[in-house]
């Protein structure tokens, strides 16, 4: 199955040497560049999309089984590296609005579904579950980029025969701070009672494997938070799918300091002025 998971683009159209092709997009994207200051969202070389070079390297990164701390006993596949190519194009699809590069960036989330489903005991129908964003955030993106992803994985998981469905079962429960910019222990708390059901499964739902699905995983917070309310409500969840994901040295590191510094920084951050 992973051997089909991947994002072919437009073909070429039938009678169409290679070298006209490669000559009509190098005219195009050097129109894009002079009339539109067009740019790959990869590599910023001018181009209406993101260039071949960038989908040639996007879809060569294995998907990789992490270990976040958060997430102890839950498997958790990211489809490539945050740090890099992938993590710029997740920025890109977020904060620029470069929602073409969502497809590409969908064929590495339904890869490391596939590596996921190879690794634990499943049976069909698949449910993608996206964790929550906060409203404000969808507002300001114009999407709600995390769900567009799911869909995009459940397109080219479909395709390769699996019988897989895209499934909003939560919700934030209360209103959450930016997660950007904040430390371990700050994620922790932020996200701690964030989520619920936004409805309750119908007992044949409940039996259906569940994959919680996200674009980037930094800590682990906000899929242990989804993972916490699935449990409680007897959903079998499988495990974690994410476009990205930071490195697991990173997050051990930055858990060991935190922990040993948690409480002088909470007193600080108590005392400062508002």
Not at 35 to 44: R, V
Not at 102 to 127: D, F, K, N, Y
């Amino acid at each position: 199955m992973a051997s089909v998971i991947h994002n072919q683009g437009a073909e070429r159209p039938k009678g169409q040497s290679a070298t006209h092709s490669q000559f009509m997009m190098t005219w195009r994207d050097a129109a894009a560049d002079m009339f539109l200051g067009a740019t790959c969202p990869g590599c910023q070389r001018p181009s209406w999309r993101l260039c071949d070079d960038c989908r040639a390297q996007l879809a060569a990164y294995p998907a990789e089984l992490h270990n976040k701390s958060a997430l102890s006993g839950l498997p958790h596949w990211a489809g490539a590296p945050f740090a890099g190519l992938a993590g710029h194009l997740v920025t890109a699809a977020k904060d620029r609005r470069r929602w073409d590069v969502i497809p590409h960036l969908g064929a590495r989330l339904a890869t490391a579904v596939v590596e996921l489903l190879a690794s634990v005991p499943w049976l069909e129908p698949i449910w993608l579950t996206p964790i929550p964003s906060a409203p404000s955030a969808v507002r300001r993106r114009g999407l709600d980029v995390s769900c567009r992803l799911a869909a995009s994985a459940q397109g080219f998981l479909r395709q390769a025969g699996l019988d897989c469905r895209t499934q909003r079962w939560l919700r934030l429960a209360r209103p959450v701070a930016d997660q950007a910019g904040l430390n371990y222990h700050q994620r922790q708390l932020n996200l701690a009672g964030a989520y619920r059901l936004i409805r309750s499964p119908p007992a044949a739902d409940r039996q259906a494997g569940l994959i919680l699905v996200d674009d980037v995983a930094t800590t682990g917070a906000s899929l242990a938070e989804g993972w916490r309310v699935c449990r409680q409500a007897d959903l079998m969840v499988l495990g974690a799918a994410t476009v990205t994901a930071t490195s697991d040295r990173y997050d051990s590191a930055v858990a060991s300091v935190v922990n040993r510094i948690q409480v002088p920084v909470l007193r600080q951050e108590k005392t400062s002025p508002a």
